[in-house]
């Protein structure tokens, strides 16, 4: 089709750029997600480094999207075979992926927070790279980006604030990218988890007009905001190298906002403040029915006062194992049980397993019992489709899976507006 956006996805985990952007119907399960646009991915990578039994989010897309849908490899070493000729990749209209984020991620203390130094961080230059390789056999090839990642990513690392995301946006000015970027709360926007995200989209040889763009570009258009009171400039080194030495350094603020555009290497941020009146999902509204809750989700009598230890607040004197080093530990209390009536917290990795924690979610049964949440739940709280990684996967396989997710309906709204500048421009 003349109109056709071929998609690759890297990184793919269980297909939610997929699902968001492709839609998704099966009758025989009841599902029906309508398509963001003439998305088609060609195209798929997951890899989780480690033995053949960590490859679960691989076969779940396998599953749900067929044999050989999805390439279960080092991404690296397929981009060595594609850049000797000796691998076909298919030359696509797209590149999505959320690139993992552990380096970044809230979940971990600030001093393990490496950045784009990172293990897992350097995971960015397989998509610069894929970026490079596809430009490199058409400039026709990859006009269009979209990538998410933890909105930390603004302001790591702690050292040298945004240096991280200077690199990326340099990365994608080098090769001729204009790009938006949102943290979006898909909370604030009616989905039923509170998650913030850092998207980035990112389109190549556009010329915009920054300041129109920033209210009014692909992403603002599918997640609306206020007219911001306060807007900012910030030029982006040309030299890659230059940025990761100099960017910012002993700066104690990022200068890159919630919100923000590039066209070149000069940008302009602000922060946000949402505009949505429409209808809000809670936590409730995807609770399964209790019949259909297993044993061993609920939380068992003699573990409780466990339970509340761990989520109450807390101001006690420790002592470092190591070092014999004693300090005062403090934290506040979190809910618990969970509140139904509102978005649930940020589903985490963790949130398998029958094991009290201070960050797995609990919800009161109506018969008063407490319980964790089921990985159908988890599912939905994604916006993935009731039991979408049934597909043979332990509890705790699952729960890891949703906490790498994103929320489907997020690359659903910012599809819809690619897909319209796409068919204004054709």
Known sequence: MDDEITVA?????????RL?????SDSENGWDLPKAGPFRTVWANQWEPGSDKRQFAARCYEARFGKGSVVNEDIEAVLNEYDAGERRIPDVDMVVGGFPCQDYSVARPLSQAAGIEGKKGVLWWDIYRFLRLQLAKSENNAKYCLFENVDRLLKSPAKQRGRDFAIILSCLASLGYSVEWRVIN??????????KRVYIYAERGADWDLEERLTGGVI????????PEAVWSVTIPEDIYETSQSFNLGGKLSPFADAG?????NALTCRVVEAYEGERSTLGDVLVPEEEVSEEFFVPESQISKWEYLKGSKSEERVNKTTGFSYRYSEGAMS???????????????????????FKHVVKCPDGRLRRLVPDELDQLQCFPKGWTNTGMTDGQRAFCMGNALVVGIPYRIGKEIAAEHHSCN
């Open 336 to 358: 618990f049980p969970d509140a139904t009536d509102r978005p649930s917290r940020t589903i985490l990795t963790g949130e398998g397993g029958r094991g009290a924690s201070r």
């Open 20 to 24: 968001g952007l492709e839609g998704y």
């Open 261 to 265: 555009v590039m066209v070149g290497h």
């Open 220 to 227: 603002a258009r599918a997640f609306p905001i206020e007219e």
């Open 186 to 195: 898909s909370a604030e926007y009616g989905f039923p988890q509170r998650r």
């Open 9 to 17: 996805e890297l990184f793919a985990g269980v297909g939610g750029f």
